[in-house]
C-alpha cells in the first residue's frame, strides 16, 4: 500500500484540515468531507497543491444514505479505502441541562455517536473484502478515555466561550497549553500507517497528560 486512500470526516477545519494536509504530505490520496462547499473545494485545491491527489464531496454523517454515497464515491474514484478518519463532531448547545430539548440533544448525539457508527458501517463494507484497512475515530478526553485533549481549534472556543474559561480549562492539564491541530494530526498519520499494524482496538490518548495516573 504505497499510496494509501484516505477518507476524512469533518475534515474543513481545525484536526480534520490537518490531519488532510499531514496526510497530503505523505502522498496519500484523499477525500476530504464536510458540509460547506465553498471552504472544501478551498481545501482540496490546497491539497493539490501540495501534490496530492485529493476530491471534496459535501455529506452530512447522520444520514446513512449520505454516509454510504461517500465511500462509495470514494472507492469509485481511487479503487478501495484504506484509511478512514472520522473526525466529524460538534459541541452542540451550551448552557445547562434545563435548557436543552430533544432536539438539541439528539443534534448533537446524531453526529458525534450515530454518525460514528453510521460512518464505521460503510467503511468496513469496502475495507472486509480487501482483508485490509484502518478506522481512526477522534474523540475528545470528555468522554474520560480517548484523544484528544484540549486542543486549539474553533470547537474549543465556541465552547469555552471566553477567554477566562479556555484559561481554567488550560490550567487543567498538565502541560498547561492546548495541542495544535498538527499534533493530534501526527498521531492519527501515524495510526492509519502500515507502523501501526499491529495496534487494533488501541485508545491513544493525546491529551498533555489529562489521562495520565
Same mark, same amino acid.
Given at each position: 500500500?504505497?499510496?494509501? %486512500?484516505?477518507?476524512?470526516? !469533518?475534515?474543513?477545519?481545525?484536526?480534520?484540515?490537518?490531519?488532510?494536509?499531514?496526510?497530503? @504530505?505523505? !502522498?496519500?490520496?484523499?477525500?476530504? $468531507?464536510?458540509?460547506?462547499?465553498?471552504?472544501?473545494?478551498?481545501?482540496?485545491?490546497?491539497?493539490?497543491?501540495? !501534490?496530492?491527489?485529493?476530491?471534496?464531496?459535501?455529506?452530512?454523517? @447522520?444520514?446513512?444514505?449520505?454516509?454510504?454515497?461517500?465511500?462509495?464515491?470514494?472507492?469509485? @474514484?481511487?479503487?478501495?479505502?484504506?484509511?478512514?478518519?472520522?473526525?466529524?463532531?460538534?459541541?452542540?448547545?451550551?448552557? *445547562? %441541562?434545563?435548557?436543552?430539548?430533544?432536539?438539541?440533544?439528539?443534534?448533537?448525539?446524531?453526529?458525534?455517536?450515530?454518525?460514528?457508527?453510521? $460512518?464505521?458501517?460503510?467503511?468496513?463494507?469496502?475495507?472486509? /473484502?480487501?482483508?485490509?484497512?484502518?478506522?481512526?475515530?477522534?474523540?475528545?478526553?470528555?468522554?474520560?478515555?480517548?484523544? /484528544?485533549?484540549?486542543?486549539?481549534?474553533?470547537?474549543?472556543? @465556541?465552547?469555552?466561550?471566553?477567554?477566562?474559561?479556555?484559561?481554567?480549562?488550560?490550567?487543567?492539564? /498538565?502541560?498547561?497549553?492546548?495541542?495544535? *491541530?498538527?499534533?493530534?494530526?501526527?498521531?492519527?498519520?501515524?495510526?492509519?500507517?502500515?507502523?501501526?499494524?499491529?495496534?487494533?482496538?488501541?485508545?491513544?490518548?493525546?491529551?498533555?497528560?489529562?489521562?495520565?495516573?
Amino acid at each position: 500500500m504505497s499510496t494509501p %486512500v484516505v477518507l476524512i470526516t !469533518g475534515a474543513l477545519t481545525g484536526i480534520g484540515r490537518a490531519t488532510a494536509i499531514a496526510f497530503a @504530505r505523505e !502522498g496519500a490520496r484523499i477525500v476530504i $468531507s464536510g458540509r460547506r462547499d465553498e471552504v472544501g473545494q478551498k481545501l482540496v485545491a490546497e491539497l493539490r497543491d501540495i !501534490g496530492a491527489e485529493a476530491e471534496y464531496w459535501r455529506s452530512d454523517v @447522520r444520514h446513512d444514505d449520505d454516509v454510504r454515497d461517500l465511500v462509495d464515491k470514494t472507492v469509485k @474514484r481511487f479503487g478501495r479505502l484504506d484509511i478512514a478518519v472520522n473526525n466529524a463532531g460538534t459541541e452542540g448547545k451550551a448552557g *445547562p %441541562v434545563t435548557e436543552q430539548t430533544a432536539e438539541s440533544y439528539a443534534a448533537t448525539f446524531d453526529t458525534n455517536v450515530l454518525g460514528v457508527l453510521l $460512518s464505521m458501517k460503510h467503511e468496513l463494507r469496502v475495507m472486509l /473484502p480487501l482483508g485490509s484497512g484502518s478506522i481512526v475515530n477522534v474523540s475528545s478526553a470528555y468522554g474520560s478515555v480517548g484523544a /484528544p485533549g484540549a486542543t486549539d481549534t474553533g470547537m474549543l472556543s @465556541r465552547f469555552s466561550v471566553t477567554d477566562e474559561n479556555k484559561a481554567a480549562l488550560v490550567s487543567t492539564v /498538565p502541560v498547561k497549553r492546548t495541542a495544535t *491541530p498538527d499534533e493530534i494530526a501526527n498521531a492519527i498519520v501515524f495510526e492509519g500507517s502500515t507502523k501501526a499494524s499491529y495496534m487494533t482496538g488501541a485508545t491513544i490518548a493525546v491529551a498533555g497528560g489529562m489521562l495520565a495516573g
